[in-house]
């Protein structure tokens, strides 16, 4: 059988996995073959290493600890469903996101709405990872600042993405022109 640790390790990282058995058996029918079945391992290829390095982002993104809760994605909406509290922040109303560690090590990310409450939502929830997708849209958004901070052991709060404010109107009227 395989040792838990293992298991767990190889379940953090299957879609990398995943991607590199995609990408060396469609490099094995590319060398190895003519025509269509050549052609069909180039692209077996191609779409390999599109899922190694999004597993490779996933697995660095995924946490080991265990928080109560579940987050769901779904069209636009994140939503965290927790024992005591939840609730959902639309992403076009999304003003900020800042992932907080303490020095007791829990950590929790927030999402601030420019019309609502803040969601609060701790790292370890279920389906968490979801985040890494949901959020990458946004317009400047940078997921190296994401992952970083989750990879980050130090008791801090980082401020991953803030939506721009916007411009300030022209000023028209008298004495403008």
């Known amino acids: 059988m395989i040792r838990p640790e293992i298991a767990a390790m190889l379940g953090r990282w299957r879609e990398a996995l995943t991607g590199g058995v995609a990408i060396a058996l469609g ?24 899922l190694a ?10 946490t080991t600890t265990g928080a109560p809760g579940l ?9 965290y469903m ?14 900020s996101v800042t992932f907080r560690r303490t020095a007791t090590g829990e950590a929790f990310w927030r999402l601030a709405q420019s019309d ?4 609060v939502i701790p790292e370890g ?6 985040l ?9 958004f940078d997921t190296g600042a994401m992952i970083r901070a989750v990879r980050s052991r130090a ?21 403008s022109r």
């Open 53 to 62: 390095l999004s597993g490779i982002r996933h697995a660095r993104f995924r």
């Open 125 to 130: 929830a279920a389906n968490a990872e979801s």
């Open 132 to 140: 890494l997708d949901a959020l990458a849209p946004l317009p400047g």
């Open 82 to 95: 927790g024992p005591v509290i939840g609730g959902s922040v639309d992403l076009d109303a999304l003003s």
């Open 71 to 79: 987050v769901e994605v779904d069209e636009g909406r994140i939503t």
């Open 27 to 50: 490099a094995w029918l590319w060398w190895d073959n003519y025509g269509l079945i050549a052609l069909f391992g180039g692209v077996l290829v191609a779409i390999g290493a599109v």
């Open 116 to 119: 609502g409450p803040t969601l």
């Open 155 to 175: 008791s801090s709060t980082t401020k991953v993405w803030q939506r721009n404010a916007p411009r300030a109107l022209t000023r028209t009227g008298p004495g």
